[in-house]
């Protein structure tokens, strides 16, 4: 005697059938936070929208769930995640890492770059504020890293790590007083942990890390990665 299969509503359908929606956008927005991811930049929210509505379709009521899922499987699974950042043009996403780094994980490959990119982040670091434009390019000289005529060498700090949020470049005073400063910028106070750099440079000067009072003092109080 054959059985009676058990009828399954509309509703039921419906509600299945959102979730595999949604379960797919969650998916979609991964992938798509990772193509960002790659060159570093920030994006909006306004981005994503766009996005998943190209792709999945997916109702704008459903978008915060969708991104705070993605956000749960960046980190979980991938050590990423979503880092909301404050500019000029309104509220910002990067993508930083979510565990402690070895080196610097610029988008950038060259080596030489990445030493750079150390070297600057260590020298604003050690110096204790922002530093001068001028006063950065003479260390990296002396340094070795930055021949003195340099141009498009410098320009990986003044353009490329700027806009990656690695380096904030800007200007204070005016006329014949202006000048050109670098501090850390918003990826680097999130992604890089200010111990690695001093491990670095108790390295290179055969001391210990607490060595530098001031700056070990601070390492060593940065809040840990959620």
Known sequence: MSQRRPN???A???EEDDDLALDEAVKECVRY???REG???PFKRADIVKHLSTT???PSGDVNTVISRANQILKKIYGYKL???ASKSGNQFIVILNEECESLHSSNSDSSHRRLLTAALMH???TGGAVKEDEMWKFLAEAGLLEENNHTGRKILTNTFTKQLYLHYFKVGEGDLAKNMFEWGQRATEEVPKLFLLQKMAKAFDKQ???WCEQYKEATEEPMGE
Do not use: E, G, L, W
């Open 56 to 58: 999945c379709q997916t």
């Open 124 to 126: 604003i670091y050690m």
């Open 209 to 211: 890390p607490d060595h």
């Open 83 to 85: 880092v909301q950042i």
């Open 8 to 10: 399954r509503s509309t």
């Open 33 to 35: 936070i990772f193509y």
């Open 12 to 14: 039921n359908i419906a």
């Open 39 to 41: 060159n570093k930049t």
